[in-house]
């Protein structure tokens, strides 16, 4: 079986409250996640360039989420850019919580995937 090319990680903070919502289908948990890239231009200037990323997290990893991810946690997201009403947003195959808002880990169960689907 061949793997897509469509595969996208980022790490950064979650920077809102994460919310529950409900398109024409189906409930998801939205992440908006900040991502921070550093580096020096071509005069020897220190730059950033931030992004804000809009994360969907569908079905019971969704649920599970929206009750342990808050606000100011530091996050990797394993997934695909995918598109739905002309807009683009990363559909989420792992999530795993790198940093809690108040500082400390994690801990060893940290390691979120969809849960297997019988077919």
Known sequence: MARSINTIMIQGDVVEAPRMEQNKYTQYLLLKVRTIDAYVDKNQQAKQDIEIHEVRVFGQLGRMLSETTHQGDTILVEGALKSFDKQFYINVKSIKPMIKANG???????????????I
């Open 104 to 118: 400390s880990l994690p801990g060893n169960d940290v390691d979120r995937r969809m849960p297997l689907r019988k």
